[in-house]
């Protein structure tokens, strides 16, 4: 007699399944279908909890960058090297060692798929993805200003600076980060930006 899965379980092995297809077949051949017969489950289950293949895509990848950093987010992790210098950085070299769990096939396939979905589901996930960036960032220029490093607000849009070279990178290039770039965009770009005082 099988027994019947749920929860964690079952949404690992729908997991693994969408990611399965997505290396190997690419993007348009993750179809419910398709990953409910991988997964042995039935459609119904994945219409239940994802609107679309490309949300589905979406949380596989999410999951797949948790699970090898003990079920954090990159919003849950605390970066507290003693300088804002040293957390930038340690919190850039987590996020390449994020995404490289990731191959180019799958990089290039989930770039694909954002040009084909909704454009509400690309403002959504676009929004999910600022805030978790915004939660993380904000944590690091705290502490930089309980260290007297930072003594003025900073906006939205320098915090973001950071990730967004980072993604298109990542995303674009596809070729793998040296120590030397990360320190160059930190120290160029990342830095000036966040310790820029806003004009009053």
């Known amino acids: ?37 991988a997964a042995r489950t039935s459609r119904s289950v994945l ?12 949380d596989a ?12 987010t990159m919003a849950d992790r605390v970066y507290d090297t003693g300088s804002l ?14 995404t490289s769990y990731y191959s180019t096939l799958m990089l290039s396939t989930m770039f694909y798929g954002l040009s084909q979905a909704e454009p509400d589901e690309i403002h959504t996930l676009y929004e999910q993805i600022t805030a978790s960036n915004l939660i993380m960032m904000g944590r690091i ?29 990542a995303l674009l290039l596809r070729e793998p980060f040296t120590e030397t770039d990360l320190e160059e965009i930190i120290d160029q770009v990342v830095l000036p930006a966040i310790l820029a005082v806003p004009r009053t």
């Open 85 to 98: 210098r040293g957390d930038l950085l340690a919190a850039a070299k987590d996020f390449i060692d994020t």
């Open 141 to 169: 220029v705290e502490a930089a200003t309980l260290r007297g490093e930072i003594t003025h607000r900073v906006s939205d849009r320098a915090k973001l600076v950071f990730f967004e070279i980072l993604r298109s990178h």
């Open 47 to 58: 219409y239940r909890s994802w609107s679309s293949p490309f949300q589905l895509i979406v």
């Open 61 to 72: 990848a999410r999951w797949q960058a948790t699970a090898s950093h003990n079920g954090l």
């Open 1 to 37: 007699m099988t027994t019947r899965r749920r929860g964690d379980v079952l949404n690992e092995a729908i997991f693994a399944a969408t990611l399965d297809l997505l290396q190997e077949r690419g993007y348009a051949a993750v179809t419910f279908q398709r990953v409910a017969q």
